[in-house]
């Protein structure tokens, strides 16, 4: 069984700071780790994932998440945020077909 | 490149009715998989359909199924509805279970009274 943990429910951060929405999982089987932003009453869009390779792995819009086996995590992080940023954020592991176990999710607030 | 669509987008139904919710894959998906998100929850996953197959299902009872077909849209069903049943569900397609990453739709709104 795998299961995910986001260790926050609620982030406020100011404008133009940086963000960590930390995310912790366990799995006995390799696993597949994803990172979804979701917009109020829309959707979830994929922000990254990380399946093999470089444990560094960046979106397009400069969100980033590093995979570290030893302590389970796959935090994510940004430089410096912007209003747009606000959202609620879930991360996921998957594993073959037992689709993807999401976190209870981080709502990212973004104070002017 | 179309995304996931979903139908309808809100749906009201009345305890102990059935409901049938709907899905179109992105194009060149083979796998569909449908996921319930009660209010402030992460989503729970149902069930994964892989060329019209069921071969992965989450923690939810027989009331629940579904269907795929060989367009690879999807469909869900609930019989028997209950009040926690109210709930957004979101269907996603992938390629070949999900290691490319899933496409969600928008879900469905889904209140039982």
């Known amino acids: 069984a795998q299961s995910v943990t986001q260790l926050d429910s609620q982030v406020p951060v100011f404008e133009e700071a940086p963000v960590e929405l930390r995310c912790n999982y366990s799995?006995?089987?390799?696993?597949?780790l994803f990172w979804y932003v979701q917009y109020p009453n829309q959707g979830l869009q994929l922000l990254l994932k990380?399946?093999?390779?470089?444990?560094l792995v960046e979106s397009i819009n400069g969100f980033e998440a590093e995979f570290n086996k030893s302590q389970t995590s796959f935090h994510l992080r940004k430089p410096s945020v912007h209003i747009s940023d606000t959202a609620e954020y879930f991360c996921?592991?998957?594993?073959?077909?037992?689709?993807?176990?999401f976190g209870k999710g981080t709502h990212l607030i973004i104070q002017p | 490149e179309t995304g996931v669509t979903q139908s309808p987008t809100h749906l009201i139904k009345t305890r102990g009715q059935q409901v049938t919710l709907r899905c179109s894959s992105q194009?060149?998906?083979?796998?569909v998989s449908w996921y319930q998100q009660a209010l402030g929850q992460g989503p729970q996953f149902i069930f994964q359909?892989?060329?019209?197959?069921?071969?992965g299902r989450g923690n939810f009872p027989p009331r629940f199924s579904g269907l795929q077909f060989p367009n690879y849209s999807s469909e869900l069903n609930v019989n028997a509805l209950e009040l926690d049943d109210s709930a957004l569900y979101l269907c996603?397609?992938?390629?070949?279970?999900?290691?490319?990453?899933?496409?969600f739709g928008s879900g469905t709104r889904l209140t039982v009274v």
């Open positions: 194009s060149g998906h083979n796998t």
């Open positions: 359909y892989y060329r019209e197959e069921e071969n």
């Open positions: 990380y399946l093999s390779g470089s444990t």
């Open positions: 799995s006995s089987v390799s696993v597949y």
């Open positions: 996921a592991v998957e594993s073959g077909a037992d689709g993807l176990t």
């Open positions: 996603a397609s992938s390629l070949d279970s999900g290691n490319y990453g899933y496409t």
